[in-house]
């Protein structure tokens, strides 16, 4: 699997050409697996990305999946004397940064990316807010787990906020010196520290493999994100 070091458009590509991307319950395809009939060159596969988030395709993709999420809140917050509990991820779970990705070209640059969590202008997935808002009111424990690192705490606690986020129980972020090369056992470490303290976890919500590998959550939930990869 292609770690964030850019775009994956092998992956953009392929979805785009075989039409679609049923993100919900399908194992993210390496670039082998894919095999796309044609090569793409890279501006058509820009503007395909552009058109697949500006002409409301993400939108009702979105929307599908977080209907599903919602069918899935139970009504009661507490199971076998237990708090149930929501973990979800930042970056294109709770979050967009479409914007930003757009106009560095869909290029990922640390020291850029860093400096654009701290100008605090990600903007709330509509139907995500939406379900957090509902689990919140039903009483569940809703926790954060990003790959984001503890420097951008501050920026990335208030940006959740100013949007309508609150009331979360912790943010998990990785530690500035993380040197793993997957984000993954980092996000397994955390459900498993969740549930040490007698949650259970009754839903995971993320848009990358590595957000929801590992188990430890009842449901499992993937958003469509056609931008990047994380591994």
Same mark, same amino acid.
């Given at each position: 699997?292609?770690?964030?070091?850019?775009?994956?458009?092998?992956?953009?590509?392929?979805?785009?050409?075989?039409?679609?991307?049923?993100?919900?319950?399908?194992?993210?395809?390496?670039? !082998?697996?894919?095999?796309? @009939?044609? +090569?793409?060159?890279?501006? &058509? #596969?820009? /503007?395909?990305?552009? *058109?697949?988030?500006?002409?409301?395709?993400?939108?009702?993709?979105?929307?599908?999946?977080?209907?599903?999420?919602?069918?899935?809140?139970?009504?009661?917050?507490?199971?076998?004397?237990?708090?149930?509990?929501?973990?979800?991820?930042?970056?294109?779970?709770?979050?967009?940064?479409?914007?930003?990705?757009?106009?560095?070209?869909?290029?990922?640059?640390?020291?850029?990316?860093?400096?654009?969590?701290?100008?605090?202008? !990600?903007?709330?997935?509509? @139907?995500? +807010?939406?379900?957090?808002? &509902? #689990?919140? /009111?039903?009483?569940? *424990?809703?926790?954060?787990?990003?790959?984001?690192?503890?420097?951008?705490?501050?920026?990335?606690?208030?940006?959740?906020?100013?949007?309508?986020?609150?009331?979360?129980?912790?943010?998990?972020?990785?530690?500035?010196?993380?040197?793993?090369?997957?984000?993954?056992?980092?996000?397994?470490?955390?459900?498993?520290?969740?549930?040490?303290?007698?949650?259970?976890?009754?839903?995971?919500?993320?848009?990358?493999?590595?957000?929801?590998?590992?188990?430890?959550?009842?449901?499992?939930?993937?958003?469509?994100?056609?931008?990047?990869?994380?591994?």
């Amino acid at each position: 699997m292609v770690t964030w070091r850019g775009v994956l458009w092998s992956v953009a590509i392929g979805v785009l050409l075989l039409g679609g991307s049923d993100c919900r319950h399908c194992p993210l395809q390496s670039a !082998a697996a894919v095999q796309p @009939p044609a +090569l793409l060159a890279l501006p &058509a #596969a820009k /503007a395909g990305v552009v *058109a697949y988030y500006e002409q409301g395709q993400y939108e009702r993709e979105v929307a599908k999946v977080m209907a599903e999420a919602m069918a899935l809140l139970p009504e009661t917050a507490v199971q076998d004397g237990k708090r149930l509990a929501v973990v979800l991820d930042i970056d294109e779970t709770a979050l967009s940064t479409y914007e930003y990705q757009k106009g560095m070209g869909f290029g990922h640059y640390g020291k850029a990316w860093h400096q654009w969590i701290e100008m605090r202008r !990600a903007t709330a997935i509509a @139907p995500v +807010l939406a379900f957090y808002q &509902a #689990a919140r /009111a039903r009483g569940l *424990a809703l926790f954060f787990v990003t790959g984001r690192r503890e420097k951008s705490r501050a920026a990335t606690e208030d940006n959740l906020r100013q949007v309508g986020y609150d009331g979360w129980e912790k943010l998990y972020m990785k530690a500035d010196d993380y040197r793993e090369p997957s984000v993954q056992p980092f996000k397994q470490r955390c459900r498993e520290e969740i549930e040490a303290a007698d949650y259970v976890i009754w839903l995971n919500i993320g848009d990358q493999r590595s957000d929801l590998d590992g188990g430890h959550a009842r449901h499992g939930i993937e958003l469509p994100n056609l931008i990047y990869t994380v591994e």
